[in-house]
């Protein structure tokens, strides 16, 4: 009689450890508290499109051209006499003519100043010469005497003639062969009526540098 609870209590047991057994949660189905849990997603593929990106090639800006040093721009304006005589707008170097009557390959004059007008501007050329600037002609003698007419003629085809220079003073002397000393200067007395707004001109020629008037041969460059 006295083995039956023992063998009782040894079905308990063993009814015990199997039902705990059943009990006792997977570690891995247990989630970790120091890691958050992390969402399941699904991965989308991600078309990826081929850029055909323009390559822009920089290149440096042109380097602008420089004047060579010490070459100095050709300052380019009216000849005009400093002394105004008897014409309140002043006396400058002026061709015959106006516009398509240009007479180019008449004697030169000295007329009423006329700011602007391509037939009065004129520039000192740097190896010597004055030029009329927009007509691409140069002051020449006619002759190398005293009393001569001066015009305008094709550069350089005057030779020395043309070698005329507006020296610091004022005087446009042109350096001649001879040795003479000859300048540009305007006639004396009074201006005769040119037409047009009460337009003056004066004969221009070539006049003894030592001799003449000083307000008859000093001029100045008038910038335009």
């Not at 309140?88 to 602007?116: E, I, M, R, S």
């Not at 030029?131 to 305008?152: F, N, P, W």
């Amino acid at each position: 009689m006295t083995t039956w609870p023992l063998a009782l209590l040894g079905i308990m047991v063993a009814a015990c450890l199997i039902g705990c057994a059943s009990d006792t949660p997977n570690t891995a189905d247990i989630a970790d508290p120091e890691q958050p849990t992390k969402p399941i997603t699904e991965t989308t593929p991600v078309a990826v499109e081929s850029l055909n990106a323009t390559v822009v090639q920089t290149s440096s800006p042109p380097t602008p051209t420089l004047r060579a040093a010490n070459t100095p721009v050709p300052a380019t304006g009216l000849l005009r006499l400093v002394d105004f005589l008897d014409d309140p707008l002043g006396y400058c170097v002026d061709v015959a003519g106006f516009g398509a009557n240009l007479q180019l390959d008449a004697p030169l004059q000295a007329h009423t100043c006329k700011p602007g007008s391509d037939d009065q501007l004129f520039s000192q050329l740097n190896g010597g010469g004055i030029r009329l600037t927009q007509h691409d002609r140069c002051l020449t003698a006619i002759q190398a005497a005293d009393g001569s007419e001066v015009m305008v003629s094709p550069c350089d085809a005057g030779g020395s003639w043309q070698r005329f220079r507006l020296e610091d003073g004022g005087r446009i002397r042109l350096a001649a062969e001879d040795g003479s000393a000859l300048c540009l200067g305007v006639a004396g007395g009074s201006g005769e009526p040119a037409g047009g707004r009460n337009h003056l001109r004066r004969d221009l020629t070539l006049q003894d540098c030592d001799g003449a008037k000083t307000s008859l041969i000093q001029w100045e460059l008038v910038m335009q």
